[in-house]
């Protein structure tokens, strides 16, 4: 199980728009970008990127790297083709979650809880 806290003033959640692993204007981060920093990814590396697949083949294309995907994020993305790499089906669910604007937060949070439970990923939120 991935523990992931998730700190709501750092939080970027319920806009229609920019919303990424870690945006570079400010630092807020998705729910996704908390849990790719406790599965073990960098800041750096997550700075600017939509999501975990896009962390991935940014490093392989851009950087001709072979990228380690930590365990705990393999259930948020497919591989594609040798280069390519996409979200999984639950890795988007839990985008769309993180970012309607049509839900509270209190119901947002519950939301991510239960799915993310599915794959092992266990959300706190504190203040």
């Not at 692993?21 to 939509?50: E, H, T, V, Y």
């Not at 294309?61 to 979200?87: G, W």
Request: proline share 3%; hydrophobic share 35%.
């Amino acid at each position: 199980m991935l523990n992931v806290t998730v700190k709501r003033r750092r939080w970027y959640r319920g806009q229609e728009s920019d919303s990424c692993l870690r945006r570079p204007q400010d630092n807020k981060m998705c729910c996704l970008g908390f849990a790719s920093i406790a599965a073990g990814w960098k800041p750096k590396d997550i700075r600017g990127q939509a999501m975990p697949a896009c962390v991935v083949t940014h490093q392989v294309c851009q950087y001709d790297l072979k990228v380690n995907i930590p365990e705990a994020l393999k259930k948020l993305i497919r591989k594609k083709s040798s280069i390519y790499y996409a979200d999984s089906r639950i890795g988007a669910k839990l985008a769309g979650i993180n970012d309607d604007t049509t839900i509270t937060d209190s119901v947002r949070e519950k939301k991510l809880k239960k799915l993310a439970a599915k794959i092992g990923i266990r959300f706190k939120f504190i203040d």
